[in-house]
């Protein structure tokens, strides 16, 4: 208990990086969190309803950070391409650039980094697993990477490097999945049981997609 108690006050001391008061280059935390969020997030979760969710806001607060993010020119949006009555947020490349060059957490991931492959694997995978005893203990869910979910799906076997890139299914949108979107995030993430099948999918298609 004293070495897990030591080690969630050293993640609470870490977490000053992204909670913070007042602003950060002209941005507050939750304002952050929400560009960070849309810069990761699949076409399916950049919506005005999975932001709030994500980031633990009511969809009236969400609704004032989307317009604060575009009156700054990092995001826009766009009537969504399967559902015309609602509008998908997309972050834009002056959106991008903040992230890349601003973002709070940026020196929080290059120590991570500075740990080498293998520890960031490890600590990937163990916070991993806290969130998961945490969504178990509150009934809750959070957003995870598209390759780990259970509602990824094999289309079929690539026979070229163009059905490489489209050859995954979500089942639960019934809509086809790149190769690039198996990494982003989705609030309707729920854990596969299946990995080891997908991770081997995923290598073989990675090895059409280069070839």
């Known amino acids: 208990m004293p070495l897990a108690r030591e080690a969630v006050e050293l993640l609470v001391q870490a977490a000053r990086a992204w909670y913070f008061e007042g602003n950060q280059h002209g941005l507050r935390d939750r304002e952050w969190m929400a560009l960070r969020f849309l810069g990761r997030a699949n076409r399916f979760s950049r919506t005005p309803s999975a932001l709030a969710g994500f980031i633990g806001a009511t969809r009236a607060t969400a609704s004032q950070i989307v317009k604060t993010l575009e009156g700054k020119s990092f995001l826009v949006r766009k009537p969504s391409q399967e559902d015309k009555r609602s509008v998908v ?65 094999e289309r079929g076997p690539a026979t070229s490097k163009a059905r490489a890139s489209a050859e995954f299914m979500c089942r639960l949108y019934r809509a086809p999945i790149s190769l690039e979107e198996t990494e982003l995030l989705c609030t309707s993430f729920e854990r596969t049981r299946d990995r080891p099948k997908i991770e081997e999918h995923l290598d073989r298609a990675r090895v059409a997609s280069q070839g």
Not at 99 to 106: A, E, G, M, Y
Not at 108 to 132: F, I, Q
């Open 89 to 153: 947020l997309h972050i834009t490349a002056q959106g991008e650039k903040c992230l890349s060059q601003h973002d709070p957490i940026n020196h929080v991931v290059n120590a991570v980094t500075s740990l080498g492959n293998d520890e960031c694997v490890r600590l990937r995978d163990s916070l991993r697993e806290v969130l998961n005893h945490l969504d178990a203990a509150h009934q809750r869910l959070d957003a995870s990477v598209c390759r780990d979910c259970m509602f990824l799906a």
